[in-house]
């Protein structure tokens, strides 16, 4: 079946660190690959998101490259700050040879980040 | 814009009531919703996918006859977890999509239930 594995947390930095989080997959078809971050009290938002091998997603200073050959989708900031503090969810959805979203979602199990002035 | 609202954010029953929990798209019309449950510190996982106007489709496992799912407008979509008990106890999270964007999902803040 479908998956997603993010690294463990909690991650703790301090603000200007640079973070990685890191998400691999196994998935049949072809998957489009998204992070959605969660704010304390808050729904979670899309942040970026990949649909096919080599893409770039970017928001907010946040990159994650889908790369294919290592069925990994690796989420990196350069210099974090206190407002990034939240629970980061790497997750995919299938879609067909033509690029339609089947729609479900399948979350890996969240990466709590605190950062620290 | 795209914003979706839950209610209410937290409830707190009895063991052997129903409650029941409304996911609303504010500003769009929701041509699909989903239903997600998450327990502490572990993942979201998909309850069902609800589509207007018609019977919802249950992911593996999840008992139809005890999360009832409603949605009767492109706006409104509603949880009635039935008979509920303590293991039901969980952090409900309702998500919207539009025709036009299937890949992006809206998601509500969540509904925490607790059933004592």
């Known amino acids: 079946g479908n998956s997603v594995t993010q690294m463990e947390g909690p991650v703790t930095l301090s603000e200007e660190a640079f973070l990685t989080i890191n998400c691999t997959y196994t998935?049949?078809?072809?998957?489009?690959l998204f992070w959605y971050v969660q704010y304390p009290g808050e729904g979670l938002q899309l942040l970026l998101k990949?649909?096919?091998?080599?893409d770039k997603g970017s928001n907010k200073g946040f990159e994650a490259t889908y790369r294919k050959e290592t069925t990994s989708f690796h989420l990196e900031k350069g210099s974090v700050q206190v407002s990034d503090s939240a629970v980061y969810f790497c997750?995919?959805?299938?879609?067909?040879?033509?690029?339609?979203?089947?729609?479900?979602?399948?979350f890996g199990q969240g990466t709590i980040l605190t950062v620290h002035p | 814009g795209a914003v979706v609202s839950q209610h209410p954010s937290w409830v707190i029953c009895k063991s052997g009531t129903s409650v029941k929990i409304e996911c609303r798209s504010l500003?769009?019309?929701?041509?699909?919703m989903f239903w997600y449950r998450q327990f502490p510190k572990q993942s979201l996982m998909l309850m069902a996918t609800?589509?207007?106007?018609?019977?919802?489709?249950?992911e593996q496992g999840v008992e139809k006859d005890k999360f009832l799912i409603n949605h009767a407008s492109l706006t409104l979509s509603t949880l009635t977890v039935t008979s509920a008990h303590p293991e039901d106890s969980s952090f409900y999270i309702c998500?919207?999509?539009?025709?036009?964007?299937?890949?992006?999902?809206?998601f509500g803040p969540g509904t925490r239930l607790l059933v004592l």
């Open positions: 998500s919207a999509q539009t025709l036009a964007s299937q890949e992006t999902q809206y």
């Open positions: 998935a049949t078809g072809y998957p489009s």
């Open positions: 990949a649909t096919k091998a080599d």
């Open positions: 997750a995919l959805t299938l879609t067909n040879a033509g690029g339609t979203s089947y729609g479900k979602l399948t």
């Open positions: 500003d769009f019309q929701a041509t699909t």
């Open positions: 609800s589509n207007e106007g018609s019977k919802a489709t249950y």
